[in-house]
């Protein structure tokens, strides 16, 4: 009886998996996506500045590149050459910048002297962040197929065990990309790897494109590169992000406080905590919203949620609005929630967060075309929605929907407080369906794909 039922659990498991390769022509490794999406390296017809490289990891050469900086400024070129490597041990204030292009084919690598940084990068109060430097100006572009590397084993290290909203946490960790003030920045073809902690952060920024980046961060040991964020921002309008492979420790991509005119195509997620909107409404008598998103082509898997959209309750918490978000073709391996919106955030309880829930409604959002599988984690629950009952989450719309569970049986989608029909069946957290899907748990091995990725 137990035999039989397992093997049907294993066969059921085994199908999943058997019908979930990834389809023909879509890349399984970054080798395979560099040659679906290359780099084509182009010549600026500019002025050319080169700097020495690094003899060595403690060899600082920020001074070199700064002095570059300002020398190619309002039309030239900074070209930092394949092979080699440029440490950089100080922060760097480049919000100055004009015209520029930054030729990145070599390694741009940070020390990782973690008590200095601490000491010396530049700070920013949301969620208490610190940066290696700081970009900022108009027309900057940085392409080559060159390495931003944030060096960050040690600081992970050191980090371990951990939590970053935790508020007496004060083990802070850089940014690996921060841009402040800037109109028109272009980020084109290079890997961001390693980042100590969020990889980009854009604040205040306009004109925002990205493309045809690889973004890891691979620990070396127990020591998780958590919080490593692929892409947050902070007050920016018109953001394009396009062809990125990313496997990192949280967010794949994550908009925070007022975001309008986000469109992001073909990004592969790989152990994220899933594309993003906000965590939003985290401070006191703050407004803050998301709108007008466009997220399609999306593979998502080993991860949390896939599609996610989160706002804070708490007694201290600001308020705001998430509307008109489209997620659309989701293909989901092994994620804990295809979609999920979590009106509680972040480690609140229940009863805490049934006295101060949220205040940012929810509106005129879509998921079509979601394909897949969970992990089984939340047994037969592969969606859950949770509207606060201080807001209003209404035209929430599922549209050519399928997502099963790997524990087999009925998938069942769990939607509270929403207005409307979400155009598929769903069930309230109290039903006895829910509670039945939730218990139903069971695992799936991870998601891989065929070929082992070279980084
Ligand atoms: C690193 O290189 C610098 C510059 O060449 C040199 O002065 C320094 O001694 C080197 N340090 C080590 C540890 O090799
Ligand atoms: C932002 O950049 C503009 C030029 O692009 C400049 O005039 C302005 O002073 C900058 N503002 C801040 C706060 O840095
Ligand atoms: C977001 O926009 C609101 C309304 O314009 C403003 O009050 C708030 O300060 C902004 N927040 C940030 C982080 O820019
Ligand atoms: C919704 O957002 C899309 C961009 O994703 C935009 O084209 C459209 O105009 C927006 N709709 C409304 C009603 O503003
Ligand atoms: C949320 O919706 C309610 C009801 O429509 C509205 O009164 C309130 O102003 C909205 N909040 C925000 C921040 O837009
Ligand atoms: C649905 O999404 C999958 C990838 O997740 C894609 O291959 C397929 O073409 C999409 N279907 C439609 C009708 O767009
Ligand atoms: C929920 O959290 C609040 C605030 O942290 C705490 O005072 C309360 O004891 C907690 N309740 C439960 C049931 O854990
Ligand atoms: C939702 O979309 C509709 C139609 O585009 C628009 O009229 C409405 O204002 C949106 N809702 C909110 C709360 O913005
Ligand atoms: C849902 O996906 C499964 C494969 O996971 C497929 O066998 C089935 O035909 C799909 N159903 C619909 C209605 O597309
Ligand atoms: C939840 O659903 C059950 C079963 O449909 C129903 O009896 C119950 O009243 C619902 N609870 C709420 C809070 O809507
Ligand atoms: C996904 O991430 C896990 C953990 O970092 C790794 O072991 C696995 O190889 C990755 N898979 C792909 C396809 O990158």
């Given amino acids: ?66 002095q570059a900086l300002h020398k190619a400024n309002h039309g030239g070129a900074v070209r930092l050459p394949k092979g080699k490597t440029f440490m950089i041990g100080k922060p760097l204030d480049l919000t100055f910048l004009g015209n520029i292009h930054i030729l990145l084919d070599g390694e741009i690598k940070f020390t990782n002297d973690t008590p200095f940084w601490q000491a010396n990068a530049f700070r920013h109060p949301f969620q208490n962040s610190i940066m290696f430097w700081k970009w900022g100006g108009k027309d900057i572009k940085i392409y080559g197929e060159g390495v931003l590397n944030g060096n960050g084993q040690r600081w992970w290290n050191e980090f371990a065990g951990l939590e970053i909203l935790d508020p007496t ?115 006191a008598g703050e407004m803050s919203f998301i709108r007008d998103v466009h997220i399609e082509n999306m593979w998502m898997l080993n991860g949390q949620h896939s599609a996610r959209l989160k706002s804070w309750a708490g007694p201290n918490v600001g308020y705001g609005f998430i509307d008109n978000v489209t997620f659309k073709n989701f293909w989901n391996a092994n994620n804990e929630y295809a979609a999920f919106l979590d009106s509680c955030y972040f480690n609140i309880n229940a009863s805490a967060c049934s006295t101060y829930p949220s205040r940012v409604n929810v509106t005129n959002v879509t998921f079509e075309n979601f394909t897949g599988y969970t992990s089984g984690k939340y047994g037969r629950t592969v969606v859950r929605l949770t509207c606060s009952p201080n807001a209003v989450c209404e035209n929430i719309q599922f549209k050519n929907f399928n997502v099963s569970s790997p524990c087999g049986g009925q998938p069942i989608v769990i939607c509270d407080g929403i207005h409307g029909s979400i155009g598929i069946p769903c069930v309230n957290s109290t039903s006895l369906e829910a509670t039945a899907a939730l218990k139903d748990t069971c695992t799936a091995s991870m998601a891989t794909l065929p070929n082992a990725t070279p980084w």
């Fill in 169 to 283: 946490n004060n083990y802070l960790r850089p940014i690996l990309f921060y841009a402040e003030n800037a109109t028109g920045i272009e980020i084109k073809g290079i890997h961001f790897k390693d980042s100590p902690c969020w990889t980009t952060f854009f604040v205040t920024s306009k004109d925002i494109s990205i493309t045809d980046v690889a973004c890891t961060a691979e620990s070396n040991n127990a020591a998780l590169p958590k919080n490593t964020d692929f892409f947050d921002s902070l007050n920016v309008e018109r953001v394009s992000i396009e062809r990125a492979w990313v496997n990192i420790g949280d967010d794949c991509f994550s908009p925070k406080s007022n975001a309008t005119g986000l469109y992001v195509n073909t990004m592969y997620c790989n152990g994220t905590h899933g594309q993003s909107m906000g965590s939003i409404g985290q401070y």
């Fill in 1 to 66: 009886m137990m035999k039989s039922s397992f093997l049907a659990t294993l066969a059921v498991v085994a199908s999943a998996l058997a019908s979930l390769e990834l389809p023909a022509g879509i890349p399984r490794s970054l080798s395979e996506f560099r040659v679906r999406h290359p780099y084509v390296p182009r010549s600026p017809c500019r002025k050319i500045i080169e700097i020495r490289a690094s003899a060595n990891d403690t060899d600082d050469v920020a001074d070199d590149f700064l």
